[in-house]
């Protein structure tokens, strides 16, 4: 399943209850489940972001789906990202290699496309 890690900041009102955080980890765990998905592993952080979910879902809708179910809650705001294994990712950027034989990429890194 593709894989997606969350940063999230607690709102002010959330932090006012953040001794909830424990029941709201189950309800969201829970939600996650419904949309087929899977919590990998949750931290609590230190820093501009309070905390990270990595989670698997089936496809982007149900990620989606979920993360505007948690956000409407308004006790949290997010940034997702696709992830891939750092197996897949060695894959990929040999694939590419070959793809270029080699070939200059200075103007594609350039301009942000790679």
């Known amino acids: ?9 607690y709102t002010a009102e959330a932090m006012k209850n953040i001794n909830e955080v424990s029941e709201r980890l189950q309800q969201n765990t829970r939600l996650i489940e419904s949309k087929g998905g899977k919590l990998v592993a949750f931290y609590g952080l230190m820093g501009e972001w309070d905390m990270l979910a990595i989670t698997e879902f089936p496809d ?3 990620a ?3 993360l505007l179910t948690v956000g409407k809650a308004g006790r949290l705001t997010t940034q997702t990202m ?11 950027a040999k694939t590419r290699e070959r793809q ?7 103007a594609l890194v350039s301009s942000g496309h790679r």
């Not at 270029?100 to 200075?106: I, K, L, R």
């Open 1 to 9: 399943m593709p894989v997606y890690v969350t940063l999230g900041k």
């Open 100 to 106: 270029t034989n080699g070939a200059d990429d200075t």
């Open 60 to 62: 982007e809708k149900s």
């Open 64 to 66: 989606m789906s979920a």
């Open 82 to 92: 696709t992830a891939i294994s750092g197996e897949e990712f060695a894959t990929l």
